[in-house]
C-alpha cells in the first residue's frame, strides 16, 4: 500500500514570494491534515480536512496561508507572501477515520531567505 | 487545549542499555500514538495505543488513560534508534497534539 505522499520535499524562496506543496494521502483515506514542524519543535496542526470539508483551521494563518482539497482527495497548502518565519517542515498526513490512526509523509523543507 | 508534557527532554545511552520514555497528558483521549523521526525528518509510527499494552520487537507502550500518561520502553538499544521519539493525543476536540519529544542519542 502506497504511503502519504508529498511534493516537492524541498523548497528554497526569498521572502515576499510564494509557494505551494502538494500532498497525496492514502488511498481511502477521509480525513487529511497539514501540520508545520519548525525545528527543534514538534509538529503543529495548520488544518484538518474531512473529505471536502475542512474541520479545523483555527491555527492556519490566514491571511498568507491557504489550502484545498477540492474533490476530497489530494490536497494543496499554500503560502503567499512567505515570511522568514515560515522556514520550517510542512507535512502532510491522512487518517481512515477522524479518530483513527494518522500516517505521516516525507514532508517538504521550505527555507526562506 | 489539551497539553502533552515529554520526558525527559534529551537522552543519551550507551548501546545495549534500557529506556522509559513518559507522555503525560491532561484531558482524556481517543486516541495516542507514539512516532520516531529519523535524522532525515521522517515521522515513523510506532504504536496506536489509547490505552493498553502493545509490544514490537524491542519496543513497547503501556498507556493508562485513566491516569493520563503513557510509556514507551526500547529494550538492548541500538544507534539506530536514535532520533526523536514523539508522543501524540486526539481528545473529543479531534485534533491531534504532539509533545515536544525525547531526543535520543544512542551511543555505539
Known amino acids: 500500500e502506497a504511503g502519504v505522499a508529498q511534493s516537492p520535499r524541498y523548497k528554497i524562496i526569498e521572502k515576499r514570494q510564494s509557494v505551494a506543496f502538494w500532498c497525496n494521502p492514502i488511498?481511502?483515506?477521509?480525513?487529511l491534515y497539514w501540520y508545520q514542524q519548525i525545528l527543534g519543535q514538534g509538529p503543529k496542526l495548520l488544518i484538518q480536512?474531512?473529505?471536502?470539508?475542512?474541520?479545523?483551521d483555527s491555527q492556519l494563518p490566514k491571511d498568507r496561508f491557504s489550502a484545498e482539497r477540492l474533490k476530497g482527495v489530494d490536497s494543496t497548502l499554500k503560502i503567499q507572501p512567505a515570511k522568514l518565519e515560515d522556514s520550517a517542515v510542512y507535512l502532510c498526513?491522512?487518517?481512515?477515520?477522524?479518530?483513527?490512526?494518522?500516517?505521516f509523509g516525507e514532508g517538504s523543507r521550505l527555507t526562506v531567505l | 487545549g489539551i497539553q502533552v508534557e515529554q520526558s525527559p527532554p534529551d537522552l543519551i545511552l550507551q548501546e545495549g542499555a534500557n529506556s522509559t520514555l513518559r507522555c503525560n497528558f491532561s484531558?482524556?483521549?481517543?486516541?495516542l500514538q507514539w512516532f520516531h523521526q529519523n535524522p532525515w525528518g521522517q515521522l515513523i509510527n510506532l504504536f496506536y495505543?489509547?490505552?493498553g499494552t502493545k509490544q514490537n520487537g524491542r519496543l513497547s507502550a503501556t498507556t493508562v488513560a485513566t491516569e493520563r500518561y503513557s510509556l514507551l520502553y526500547i529494550s538492548s538499544s541500538q544507534t539506530t534508534d536514535s532520533g526523536v521519539y514523539f508522543c501524540?493525543?486526539?481528545?473529543?476536540?479531534?485534533?491531534?497534539?504532539f509533545g515536544g519529544g525525547t531526543r535520543l542519542m544512542v551511543k555505539p
Open positions: 498526513a491522512s487518517s481512515l477515520l477522524n479518530t483513527g490512526e494518522l500516517f
Open positions: 488511498s481511502g483515506h477521509a480525513t
Open positions: 480536512f474531512q473529505n471536502n470539508g475542512v474541520v479545523d
Open positions: 484531558d482524556s483521549v481517543n486516541n
Open positions: 495505543i489509547p490505552s
Open positions: 501524540a493525543v486526539k481528545n473529543a476536540g479531534n485534533m491531534l497534539t
